[in-house]
């Protein structure tokens, strides 16, 4: 059994929903990415989402974006953010870790070489925003080769034939993105949510996380009761960017407002 999907059942187990930060890996210093991994984890993360630098995020609003240029400043690269995986890896072997990004990279670098140094390295799923499962067959086959999920995007205007094709070749979990727009956007309805979940699970027994439009602990209860998980990224990205110049602070507020949101889940 996988890391996500033991921890799937664990908190199954507890009655809890995931909680699942994203921050992109090397903002806004690489040596900050892997003492924060461990500081969400300290904080209630379930799962981390760990966004690849590229300079054009065609699903990113301006947060991440700025986000992912001030990594690229640093040169940050795909292998960059496979080894700040490997290196949480020695103090935590338990928390899954989804590498988040697009497809660029992962052709400059190859799929098999890719697919390999994920597996050697503790990377437990990859979610290509721009590989649609009709062109993702060779890749698909290298994932599963060494055990990678591969999660897969779902949004308000997917109709039932593309649920089921992309529930045919979807491992991990499922990542419904509750608004249409990019990430940051606003105004979440967790009733519209609860009926597209409802759609979704006619169709697959997989968990189905939500993301975008998860601002604080009010949000993030109120998509946990209708969901397996709950992701959470701009909201955190933004912190970054404000107390970026002071390390400790910029730990403290994050693993704070992942706190604040893990105790309103779980009330």
């Known amino acids: 059994m996988s890391r996500i999907q033991n921890t799937f059942k664990r908190l199954a187990g507890q009655q809890q929903k995931a909680l699942i930060p994203f921050i992109t890996a090397g903002d806004p210093q690489p040596d900050f990415t892997v003492p924060l991994m461990h500081e969400m984890v300290k904080a209630g993360a379930s799962i981390i989402e760990l966004g690849v630098p590229f300079s054009d995020p065609m699903a990113d609003g301006p947060v991440i974006q700025a986000a992912d240029e001030r990594a690229l400043e640093h040169h940050v690269s795909l292998q960059d953010v496979i080894s700040m995986v490997a290196e949480f890896r020695q103090k935590d072997n338990q928390t899954p870790v989804v590498l988040m990004g697009y497809l660029n990279p992962i052709e400059i670098m190859g799929y098999a070489e890719f697919a390999r140094s994920c597996a050697e390295n503790g990377v ?5 925003v721009d590989m649609p499962p009709e062109e993702a ?7 599963r080769e060494h055990a990678i999920d591969i999660i897969y995007l779902i949004s308000p205007t997917t109709d039932e034939a593309r649920i089921r094709k992309i529930s045919a070749v979807a491992t991990g979990y499922l990542y419904y993105v509750s608004l249409k727009g990019v990430t940051g956007s606003n105004a979440l309805d967790v009733v519209s949510v609860a009926q597209k979940l409802q759609q979704i699970r006619a169709i697959t ?3 189905v996380g939500v993301g975008f439009g998860i601002k604080d602990g009010a949000t993030a209860q109120a998509v946990s009761r209708v969901a397996d998980a709950v992701v959470v990224g701009s909201a955190l990205v933004k912190q970054v960017e404000k107390y970026q110049h002071d390390q400790t602070l910029m730990n403290e507020k994050l693993a704070a407002t992942l706190q604040q949101m893990r105790d309103m889940m779980d009330a």
């Open 137 to 143: 067959g060779d890749f698909t086959a290298m994932m």
């Open 205 to 207: 027994d997989l968990p």
């Open 124 to 128: 437990d799923a990859v979610l290509i």
